[in-house]
């Protein structure tokens, strides 16, 4: 099975709420940090 990718945006509160559910969980998972201008443009 293939690891989750989730999306880091340091300004939205709903993908912090979105990574801690798979750690309690239990599943693995791959963070990627996206720069907030390149989400906002």
């Known amino acids: 099975m293939t690891n ?3 999306l ?3 300004l ?3 993908a912090e ?3 801690l559910m ?3 969980r239990g599943l693995a998972w791959d963070s990627v940090f996206i720069p907030s201008e390149e989400v906002r443009a």
């Open 8 to 10: 880091h945006d340091p």
């Open 17 to 19: 709420k979105a990574r």
């Open 4 to 6: 989750l990718i989730l």
């Open 22 to 24: 798979p750690g309690f």
């Open 12 to 14: 939205s509160p709903f």
